[in-house]
């Protein structure tokens, strides 16, 4: 395909931005997040006790992040799209069953604990972000902003939205199935994805190598952003103190998020705040986050 054929066509990478945001807002923003609303409906109703039903949050996190290696490997040989299309339709069943079938605790740790953290693990922000990094280079950070920005949005609507509904129908399993609707339209969005932009006869950016050649001849040959010429080994990167600094914000960071989400609207609920009130504070704590993340992405591609 030619440069003008490129053109004409107009450049695919933005328009995987915009499916992977609905996809990330379906997913983690309307299920994820919905959980904070849900879990403490359902096991008043089923009369759980809070502990224990809480294992399978614990098992779902946990997943989401060890089966990581897992979910590179099915990158590697199925690409992307497959990849987050099984996670999607594995995440979309969970939820289908956890409205329909689900009475019993081990049921509960099962389907939410396992199934719905594997399909978290497998559409999530690794195959995310490495189908963004196939289609962008120069603006790499402002489309994983963006795209970060969709589960905000999801959390932000999630929280009253599920609330309200469940109060409506005077249900928790309602929550469940209409989780399950977001995971198809998830679904559906993943379809028109593009792995690469080889696969359009496209480049990332948009940019042609002769482009690029130009854009850094006028720049005296410097990327907007820093590249590392060095080929890491996985021994080089342990024996990095960075590698150990970042581990211990992330983590610190996900500890503070996860209890907030999982136990925050139950707290607000036992200071005496309404249902809609303990909701509404979640959905802002939320949207807060999602803020900063596109303008994040956008402070992250600057050269300086």
């Not at 009253?160 to 109060?167: E, K, S």
């Not at 590249?227 to 150990?244: G, H, L, M, N, Q």
């Not at 005496?272 to 986050?289: D, E, K, R, V």
């Amino acid at each position: 395909m030619t440069e003008t054929s490129v053109g004409t066509r107009g450049f695919y990478g933005w328009k995987n931005v915009v499916l992977l945001f609905f996809v990330y807002l379906s997913t983690l923003g309307i299920v994820f997040y919905g959980y904070s609303v849900i879990f403490p409906a359902m096991i008043k109703a089923l009369e759980w006790n809070r502990g224990t039903a809480s294992i399978a949050q614990t098992i779902c996190v946990l997943l989401m992040g060890t089966i990581i290696p897992l979910v590179a490997y099915s990158i590697n040989k199925n690409g992307v799209k497959k990849t987050m299309r099984f996670g999607i339709a594995l995440l979309s069943v969970g939820m289908l069953l956890l409205g329909t079938v689900t009475s019993r605790m081990w049921q509960w740790i099962i389907l939410w604990g396992l199934v719905v953290g594997i399909g978290f693990g497998f559409c999530g922000t690794v195959p995310i972000q490495t189908l963004l990094m196939h289609w962008f280079n120069v603006k790499r950070a402002t489309a994983i902003g963006l795209v970060m920005t969709g589960a905000a949005v999801g959390g932000f609507l999630a929280q009253p939205f599920f609330t309200w509904l469940m109060g409506l129908v005077n249900s928790w399993r309602v929550a469940w199935l209409v989780g399950a609707g977001f995971g198809v339209v998830a679904l559906v969005c993943s379809f028109f994805l593009v792995n690469k932009p080889e696969d359009l006869g496209q480049f990332a950016d948009g940019l042609s190598p002769e482009q690029i050649a130009e854009a850094q001849k006028a720049s005296g040959g410097g990327a907007h952003t820093f590249r590392t010429s060095i080929i890491w080994d996985v021994k080089d990167v342990f024996r990095t103190p960075v590698i150990y600094f970042i581990t211990i914000f992330v983590i610190g960071q996900l500890m503070s998020l996860f209890m907030i989400t999982s136990h925050g609207y139950l707290h607000f609920i036992g200071r005496n705040f309404t249902q809609m009130q303990a909701a509404s504070i979640l959905s802002f704590i939320i949207l807060g986050s999602g803020c900063a993340r596109f303008p994040a992405g956008r402070l992250a591609g600057r050269p300086d």
